[in-house]
């Protein structure tokens, strides 16, 4: 697992040697996570992106929350990108990561 800490830094190891920056929020992403965007196609900037600022965070009954945001993809299509983070522990720990091209099963209308 690696720990990547807040304060516009990263501390720790990077994921395909692409720096990860959060902004005053700690993640350890576990193994699993960590391997995703390249096996899922999944450029690192959106990974970063939803993790820094998601358009919606979803809270699970099993204490987990969903970060997803819609997001436009190289190919012109629009996907929903979605970061399921345990929040159990300090810091939480992004558990997985994947797109979606099913928006409208997921989205909560606010």
Known sequence: ???FETLGFIFGSTINSHPIRFLQVSF???KHAEAQPER???PIERFNSVLQSPQQ???QDDGTRIYQSQLLFEN???YLLRV???ERTQPAI???VYKT???SRYWRLE
Do not use: A, H, P
């Open 40 to 42: 899922r196609r999944i």
């Open 84 to 86: 399921v983070v345990s």
């Open 1 to 3: 697992m690696c720990i």
């Open 57 to 59: 965070v979803i809270e």
């Open 94 to 96: 992004v558990m997985t």
């Open 101 to 103: 091209n099913q928006i």
């Open 28 to 30: 350890y992403i576990s």
């Open 76 to 78: 012109g299509k629009t």
